[in-house]
DNA sequence: TTATAATATGAGTATATAGTCATATAGTCA
DNA sequence: TGACTATATGACTATATACTCATATTATAA
């Protein structure tokens, strides 16, 4: 069984996962690659309104994978840990090993 | 605005990051480090039951996080791209972060 | 064959999350 | 000031997810 502080951890670091893990965010996370962005751009990149851009934005604040500044009218929004991005690039290797696994499926069949 | 495969791709990879979003998974996945290990044993370990725990395990399976083995009356499950424990480090470094902006605050206070 | 054990899964309930619309808040500028 | 713009949020609905219990499936071994 796991003590307190284990599951402590483990909480806060599913925090962190679930704010990244929605294909909106992610789309959001990847734009951001590119610098700083205020939330009308990044909800005109993804293709969804602002509010729900705006809550998508809090969200992943909150968990610490964001943060924000303000100017003037609009809000800016930036990677705040970009060792987020190493994420994707495990996340590519485990989609390529699909990829491969259904290849071989495909010739037994 | 993304394009189709954009998307598509943004779902996988939002899959797989929810695979892992979990406090109970994120415990499987870190006592998997230490090798293979049967439903009853993670069971045992993450102290939830086994219905529930291998609910879980097929979620990451399906996912691409993990692969299993049959072995006689047990099940095997283990990492399948053990990259996914970077991910962690990461974690780490947001955690780490947020800890530190709050004794700033703290201070301020 | 029968009893037992490990695992998986259907069905149900409870809870969490996403998205939308309307509205509030705050900054800009004529 | 008043009109306008960007963003945030309350309230609601729809959907997804987690968990539990009962039951099914599969393998073992007496």
Redo the contacts with the bound molecule.
Sequence with gaps: MLNKKKQLLFEKQA?IA?AI?????IAIVNYLRNGPQ??????EQVG????????????M?SAGVLE?R????????KLKTPCILEFFSCVTRVLKQQARDNEKLLKVL
Tied chains: 1, 2.
């Design positions: 925090q679930k893990a929605h294909p909106l965010r205020c939330v009308c751009d990044i909800a969804s309104e602002r509010s729900n851009v705006s809550r998508h934005l809090s969200v604040v924000y303000k100017d003037g009218l609009k809000v800016i929004y």
